[in-house]
Each structure stands twice: as structure tokens, then as C-alpha cells.
């Protein structure tokens, strides 16, 4: 299927690794220049010297805590014109409200929540004055199936989904999509570690991690390969109708009362 995505530059975020990096090489294999940006530089590096030998296309790599609102307009002015943003970045940290105190709320909101309305706000301007442009929020079912022990996730999550159709259902009319994907667990590092976690503190073991996923759909995780398929179908030319909304890909989990 041609997506018609040849030659667009893709800014993606939080692209060092699991999602970010799997949407980076997939938009690489459709022939588009990528602007990739982390919070760690030598990781960063890494990953573009390993794109730019696998698909020949031109690597930006920008080294910077979108937590800062300053660093936000630092790469927008370093970035230039941008035809695709995927907002990536961030991990909002899990506990009840009990446990998750002001500091680590703030951190974990700093990134996503604010990082995504601040990156929209920037870059949706270019794009509007040049009349065309897409954007995509990777967010995550703890917005759909609210948890307690997710607390500060379930509420950052909810928000970023209710600006994603309030701004996408508007922006259509200055030719901006505006489009939020929610993907349910996906095996990375980060969720690994949660699930031996969560083992520990419930049977004793993490060799019990694999109970909580045995009833999932295939009985695994999301691949982060699955997620970036969705993302960079999004953003091309054959989802042109798709804006103000959130796909969810999930295997089925949030309508099966689970979230876990």
C-alpha cells in the first residue's frame, strides 16, 4: 500500500527506544527524513547512525527535556517546518493518590500532559500557515480504563485524550489532523520491570509476571512494532478523514474490564 509519505520530515519524540524508536525506523522505511528527540544524547545518536545506514535518509537528533517549556521552542526554531509530529515522550509514574505525591505528579505530568499541549500549541501554528501537517498523541488505555493505583496515569491520560479531539475536530479546517492513539500494555523495558514489580510485591517472585498477561489476548504484550504500524498509517495520506479522534489497540483489553 503506498502511504504517500516520501520525502515528509517526521519529528518524533521519546524516540530512543520502544515505541519512538520502532515508529522512527517504519517512517524511515517509508522514505521520510526524521528529527528525533530524547532526553539522552548518546542513546539518541545511536539509534539515528543506525537509521540513517539502514534507510539512507536524512537523521536531525535534538538532545532535550520537554519537560521545559524552553527547550519546546528551542527545537521548534531548530526544527523547521515539520509535516508530522508524534508526541511520544513521557511516562507518568503508577501508585494511588496516597502514594503518588505532588513532586513525581508534577514530573510525570511535566512531560506528557504538558509536553504534548505545549508541542501541539508550537507546531500546530506552522502547520496551519502552511495549510497542511499532521499530529499524533501516543497516550494509553489508563485514560479509558480508569484505575485507582494508576491514579495520576488515568487522569494525564484522559486529559491529553480530550485535547486530542477538541483540538482535532477544529483543526481539520486549517488542514491539520490532529489524531491520538492508545495503546493498551506493550512490551518495553519500562512495563517489564512494573509486571516483575508488581510480582514481587503480590506472589513473592517476579517469575510469577507472566500470571498477570497468561489471559491476554495471544497471551502477550503489544509489540512495539504493532503500535508504530498504526502511527505511521495515521499520519499518511490514506487516513486523511481521520481527525479528532482516539484509536485504541489493545487486543480487546479495555472492553474486557482489564487494564492489566
Given at each position: 500500500m503506498e502511504l504517500g509519505l516520501t520525502g515528509k520530515t517526521v519529528l518524533i519524540t521519546g524516540s530512543?527506544?520502544?515505541?519512538?524508536?520502532?515508529?522512527?525506523?517504519?517512517?524511515?522505511?517509508?522514505?521520510?527524513?526524521?528529527?528525533?528527540?530524547?532526553?539522552?544524547?548518546?542513546?539518541?545518536?545511536?539509534?539515528?547512525?543506525?537509521?540513517?545506514?539502514?534507510?539512507?535518509?536524512?537523521?536531525?537528533?535534538?538532545?532535550?527535556?520537554?519537560?521545559?517549556?524552553?527547550?519546546?521552542?528551542?527545537?521548534?526554531?531548530?526544527?523547521?517546518?515539520?509535516?508530522?509530529?508524534?508526541?511520544?515522550?513521557?511516562?507518568?509514574?503508577?501508585?494511588?493518590?496516597?502514594?503518588?505525591?505532588?513532586?513525581?505528579?508534577?514530573q510525570g505530568w511535566d512531560l506528557k500532559v504538558y509536553g504534548y499541549i505545549n508541542m501541539t500549541r508550537v507546531f500546530l501554528q506552522g502547520m496551519t500557515e502552511r495549510g497542511h501537517g499532521v499530529i499524533i498523541n501516543d497516550i494509553g488505555t489508563g485514560g479509558e480504563k480508569l484505575d485507582y493505583d494508576y491514579i495520576a496515569g488515568a487522569a494525564g491520560n484522559a486529559s491529553i485524550m480530550a485535547f486530542t479531539r477538541a483540538i482535532?475536530?477544529?483543526?481539520?479546517?486549517?488542514g491539520v489532523r490532529v489524531v491520538g492513539v492508545n495503546p493498551g500494555p506493550v512490551e518495553t523495558?519500562?512495563?517489564?520491570?512494573?509486571?516483575?514489580?508488581?510480582?514481587?510485591?503480590?506472589?513473592?517472585?517476579?517469575?510469577?509476571?507472566?500470571?498477570?498477561?497468561?489471559?491476554?489476548?495471544?497471551?502477550r504484550f503489544a509489540q512495539p512494532q504493532e503500535v508504530a504500524d498504526l502511527i505511521v498509517f495515521l499520519a499518511s495520506a490514506r487516513a486523511s478523514y481521520i481527525s479528532g479522534t482516539v484509536v485504541t489497540i489493545d487486543g480487546g483489553m479495555v472492553n474486557n474490564n482489564s487494564i492489566l
Amino acid at each position: 500500500m503506498e502511504l504517500g509519505l516520501t520525502g515528509k520530515t517526521v519529528l518524533i519524540t521519546g524516540s530512543s527506544k520502544g515505541i519512538g524508536l520502532a515508529c522512527a525506523h517504519t517512517f524511515a522505511a517509508e522514505g521520510c527524513n526524521l528529527q528525533l528527540v530524547a532526553r539522552t544524547a548518546q542513546t539518541l545518536e545511536a539509534a539515528a547512525a543506525d537509521i540513517r545506514a539502514r534507510f539512507q535518509v536524512q537523521v536531525m537528533t535534538h538532545a532535550l527535556d520537554l519537560s521545559d517549556s524552553a527547550n519546546v521552542n528551542a527545537l521548534a526554531a531548530r526544527a523547521g517546518d515539520v509535516d508530522v509530529l508524534v508526541n511520544n515522550a513521557g511516562a507518568i509514574p503508577g501508585g494511588s493518590i496516597d502514594m503518588v505525591d505532588e513532586a513525581a505528579w508534577r514530573q510525570g505530568w511535566d512531560l506528557k500532559v504538558y509536553g504534548y499541549i505545549n508541542m501541539t500549541r508550537v507546531f500546530l501554528q506552522g502547520m496551519t500557515e502552511r495549510g497542511h501537517g499532521v499530529i499524533i498523541n501516543d497516550i494509553g488505555t489508563g485514560g479509558e480504563k480508569l484505575d485507582y493505583d494508576y491514579i495520576a496515569g488515568a487522569a494525564g491520560n484522559a486529559s491529553i485524550m480530550a485535547f486530542t479531539r477538541a483540538i482535532g475536530a477544529r483543526s481539520m479546517h486549517r488542514g491539520v489532523r490532529v489524531v491520538g492513539v492508545n495503546p493498551g500494555p506493550v512490551e518495553t523495558d519500562r512495563i517489564q520491570t512494573v509486571m516483575r514489580q508488581k510480582a514481587v510485591a503480590e506472589f513473592g517472585s517476579e517469575d510469577r509476571a507472566g500470571d498477570y498477561y497468561a489471559h491476554w489476548p495471544m497471551g502477550r504484550f503489544a509489540q512495539p512494532q504493532e503500535v508504530a504500524d498504526l502511527i505511521v498509517f495515521l499520519a499518511s495520506a490514506r487516513a486523511s478523514y481521520i481527525s479528532g479522534t482516539v484509536v485504541t489497540i489493545d487486543g480487546g483489553m479495555v472492553n474486557n474490564n482489564s487494564i492489566l
